[in-house]
């Protein structure tokens, strides 16, 4: 028999993530953030795909771009939560 696991069950036993990189698609919760949230880089090596390193430290020192995490060592917040991985699925919640 095939086991069917309803959306519910996916984003009660799911792996949690606050938000997803722009460049690679990957879901992260540790997080360059660039204008408010219009973009999103999981790494050094997604961020400076985008951006030189010289470029990124303007961004910062004028506030326009920062990094940050979700989780601070636990899990994160529930009202942070935009995408569950199951298995290999990713959901947009």
């Not at 984003?11 to 990189?21: H, L, Y």
């Not at 910062?60 to 298995?87: C, H, L, P, R």
């Amino acid at each position: 028999m095939t086991k069917i696991n309803t959306m519910e069950y996916m984003i009660e036993n799911g792996e949690k993530f606050a938000r997803k990189c722009t460049h690679c698609n990957k879901p992260t919760n540790q997080v360059y953030i660039v204008n408010d949230g219009d973009e999103y880089y999981c790494s050094d090596e997604c961020l400076h795909e985008n951006y030189t390193p010289k470029k990124w430290a303007r961004m910062y020192e004028n506030e326009v771009g920062y990094w940050t995490s979700f989780d601070d060592g636990g899990e994160v917040a529930d009202d942070e939560v935009q995408f569950i991985k199951y298995g290999d699925q990713l959901i947009e919640l």
